[in-house]
Structure formats: structure tokens, C-alpha cells
């Protein structure tokens, strides 16, 4: 199984960014999926969640400028950032929880995270 993330860029302050993660191999099916942003010098920190169904959570610093989503039948992950900040600036990464279709266990997956840079 492997999380493909993208379109992380530079962008100027109140410019808006669409990342994307792509899961491929051997899935049974995805459960909650997740976007995570670890900026230099601090800890990796869950901006924003998702379950199967849609019901999604976010970080209090980013309600209202991001929205997470999901498209079950791509098994890809979504997430449209809005109005950015510099504080925004970060490696933003994937996550996954999903039963793989060999084993049929619960499993976590890490994309292997996209830059996203906020020029003020």
C-alpha cells in the first residue's frame, strides 16, 4: 500500500492551495483518513480529519479556510486550503487507517508529505 500526496507549492499570503493523496495496492477499504503539517522546529500536528462517512474535524486555527474531503471510489484524499497564512507554512502529510486486502488487518499508512510555503 503506498499514500501518494501532492500539490503542495509556494504561494503568496491569502493564496489558496488543493492538496491531493492518492492510495494505491492492496486495500479492502479506508477508514479515517487525515492531513497533518509539521512545521521546521515544531511536532507534527493533525490539521484536519475525515471519517468513511464524511464527518470531519478540524484544528481550530484553520476552521474556515480548509476543507477536507474524500472520494471512497478514488481512494483519494482532499484537502483545499484557503485564505494562507505564513503559519500555514509546513510539510503537510497524509494519513490513513485501512484493512489491507491480503491480511484483512487494520493498518496505518503515511504519505511521504508535500511542502507547502506561504510567502507574506
Known amino acids: 500500500v503506498q499514500l501518494q500526496a501532492s500539490g503542495g507549492g509556494l504561494v503568496q499570503a491569502g493564496g489558496s492551495l488543493r492538496l491531493s493523496c492518492a492510495a494505491s495496492?492492496?486495500?479492502?477499504?479506508?477508514?479515517?483518513m487525515g492531513w497533518y503539517r509539521q512545521a521546521p522546529g515544531k511536532q507534527r500536528e493533525l490539521v484536519a480529519s475525515i471519517t468513511r462517512r464524511g464527518t470531519a474535524n478540524y484544528v481550530e486555527s484553520v476552521k474556515g479556510r480548509f476543507a477536507i474531503s474524500r472520494d471512497n471510489a478514488k481512494n483519494t484524499l482532499y484537502l483545499q486550503m484557503n485564505s494562507l497564512k505564513p503559519e500555514d507554512t509546513a510539510v503537510y502529510y497524509c494519513?490513513?487507517?485501512?484493512?489491507?486486502?491480503?491480511?484483512?488487518?487494520?493498518?496505518?499508512?503515511w504519505g511521504q508529505g508535500t511542502l507547502v510555503t506561504v510567502s507574506s
Open positions: 495496492g492492496s486495500i479492502f477499504v479506508i477508514n479515517d
Open positions: 494519513n490513513a487507517e485501512l484493512i489491507d486486502s491480503v491480511g484483512f488487518r487494520i493498518q496505518h499508512y
